[in-house]
């Protein structure tokens, strides 16, 4: 199972609590890992934001679209009726 951010949270405070020193050094790595893991998430999640608004959009225009149609449909079917009927 991968580790989280959190886990790498508290790996990072429990080498500091086991060395009693909380210098930079000592828990740089631990920061620095999280950092990292962070940034690759974002690498992931805004492309899939994007595309997500994106195809939210195009869905909803073709909805538009879809609707005006069925309308159109609609009233030219009502005026045949009434003509024939």
């Known amino acids: 199972m991968p580790r989280t951010n959190d886990s790498r949270a508290l790996r990072s405070n429990s080498v500091r609590a086991a060395s009693k020193n909380t210098s930079l050094a000592v828990v740089a790595p ?3 890992e999280a950092l990292f893991a962070t940034a690759l998430g974002l690498v992931a999640a805004i492309p899939a934001v ?3 608004n994106k ?3 195009e869905i909803g225009r073709y909805g538009g679209r879809l609707d005006a149609f069925t309308s159109e449909f609609s009233a030219i079917l009502s005026r045949q009726m009434d003509e024939k009927g």
């Open 55 to 57: 195809l939210s959009t």
């Open 50 to 52: 994007i595309a997500y």
């Open 30 to 32: 631990g920061i620095a």
